[in-house]
């Protein structure tokens, strides 16, 4: 099935078809994203809109959708893939640090609300992945420029980890995410 997850007609189309399928996942992975420039020239409302709806709002309407089904069962695992954008602004993008800012947040009050009914929160902050999304991670030939960006097969790898993992958080890769936090003290504008 495919979705724009944007969309909660089309959500909740695809997971209609889960249903009728008797199909409810273990673990649903929000990964959904994407980086638009919306602080190219002058801020541009409608492409920051779009950054949240589909950063943000895309992973929110998964769960609006699939957590009762979960609370039925009693258990169930949502992992959404954040990034240490979380943690900074970005001079080109309002919506994706504010997105994944907003997406860790949410996650932190589920957890909260819901870690006693058997239902777990768990977010992956993500450091540099060479992917489309921001191609200054990758070269012509779509290989990642420089040696601290995770592939996406490392990524992916990265992401097993936490599915089977028992932690609520994951950063990785871990050295350059400790340095990145540890760098928080710094002004933004000196960090950029």
């Known amino acids: 099935s495919q979705c724009d997850v944007a969309d909660p007609v089309q ?7 889960l249903k009728t399928s008797d199909f409810l ?22 492409l920051a809109q779009q950054g949240l709806a589909v950063n943000y709002g895309g992973a929110m309407i998964w769960i ?13 695992k949502f992992l959404a893939v954040s990034s240490t954008s979380a943690f900074r602004p970005d001079a080109d993008s309002v919506a994706l640090p504010a ?16 870690s006693r009914r058997g239902i777990k929160f768990v ?27 995770l592939t996406p097969e490392q990524a992916a790898r990265k992401l097993k980890k936490a599915i089977f993992g028992k932690r609520n958080k994951y950063f990785f890769p871990f050295w350059l995410t400790v340095l990145f936090r540890a ?10």
């Open 11 to 17: 959500v909740a189309k695809t997971v209609g078809q």
């Open 25 to 46: 996942p273990d673990v649903i992975v929000l990964n959904s994203a994407v980086f638009l420039r919306d602080l190219k020239g002058d801020f541009d409302f409608s």
């Open 64 to 76: 609006g959708e699939l957590l009762p089904e979960f609370l039925k069962r009693g258990s169930g």
């Open 99 to 114: 997105s994944k800012a907003a997406l860790s947040l949410a996650f932190r009050s589920l957890r909260l609300r819901y």
């Open 123 to 149: 977010t992956v902050y993500f450091g540099p992945v060479a992917t489309p999304i921001i191609p200054e991670y990758t070269d012509a030939a779509g290989r990642k420029k420089y040696f601290f960006v």
């Open 183 to 192: 760098a928080l003290f710094f002004p933004d504008s000196f960090f950029s």
